[in-house]
């Protein structure tokens, strides 16, 4: 159990333009999703946290306007970049919280995003 | 505020070797703590997890990790390396008192050599 998942696994898309990524927890209810973003042989960095129902709270540094995040249902969370620029080419990584166990986090594969 | 340090960012071993990874974390109040592997373009697995019940955790894959309250650590090891353990692993500290949010380590690349 607690499996979560992300689509598209790959995306490349051309600067100015938008891409969106969804994350999904397959088999449980998931109150609050996270959102990380990882550059080459670093370690994750929480990019913002997601709570169904409620707007982001986003950590010091990400621009709200440029990474739009939607919590929308208890299964489903997305992150959409807006106007992308190369420096956005990243690996996403999202992740979600189960209420009855709130101190685990459960992680999606990850989504390689490729801006040209 | 929760913190956590891992000593080398690259480890080689032999196959066949002991595998020992260093974590050690800062936190003002009891901790949950993780240890995660990374293979190349993928997410994070959950190795194994302290979380207040026994120190000494067993994870998958032959990996185990003991929680020292005294010197701050959390070390993972393995006894015997395989081919199949190169991978990137990070240790992760969370508290209640920091609302469950997980802190990275900087990570620590393990090599394998044949």
């Known amino acids: 159990g607690a499996v979560v998942s992300q689509h598209p696994s790959r995306v490349i898309c051309k600067s100015g333009t938008s891409v969106k990524i969804e994350c999904r927890s397959l088999?449980?209810?998931?109150?609050?999703m996270f959102w990380y973003r990882q550059f080459p042989k670093q370690s994750l960095m929480l990019m913002a946290t997601?709570?169904?129902?409620?707007?982001?709270?986003?950590e010091q540094g990400v621009e709200k306007d440029k990474f739009l995040i939607n919590h929308a249902s208890l299964t489903l969370s997305t992150l959409t970049v807006t106007s992308a620029h190369p420096e956005d080419s990243s690996f996403y990584i999202c992740?979600?919280?189960?209420?009855?166990?709130?101190?685990?986090?459960?992680f999606g594969p990850g989504t390689r995003l490729t801006v040209t | 505020a929760q913190s956590v340090t891992q000593l080398g960012s690259h480890v080689s071993v032999s196959e066949g070797a002991l595998v020992l990874l260093r974590c050690n974390y800062s936190?003002?109040?009891?901790?949950?703590l993780f240890w995660y592997v990374q293979y190349p373009n993928q997410g994070l697995q959950l190795l194994l997890k302290?979380?207040?019940?026994?120190?000494l955790v067993k994870g998958i894959n032959g990996f185990e990790a003991e929680f020292k309250k005294s010197e701050t650590s959390f070390h993972l090891t393995k006894p015997s390396a395989h081919m199949s353990d190169a991978a990137e692993y990070f240790c992760?500290?969370?508290?209640?008192?920091?609302?469950?949010?997980?802190?990275f380590g900087g990570g620590t690349r393990l090599m394998v050599k044949p």
């Open positions: 936190s003002s109040v009891p901790p949950y």
């Open positions: 992740s979600a919280r189960r209420p009855q166990v709130n101190y685990e986090q459960y």
């Open positions: 997601s709570n169904e129902g409620s707007k982001a709270t986003y």
């Open positions: 088999d449980f209810q998931a109150t609050t």
């Open positions: 302290y979380t207040s019940a026994a120190t």
């Open positions: 992760a500290v969370s508290s209640r008192r920091a609302g469950n949010m997980l802190t």
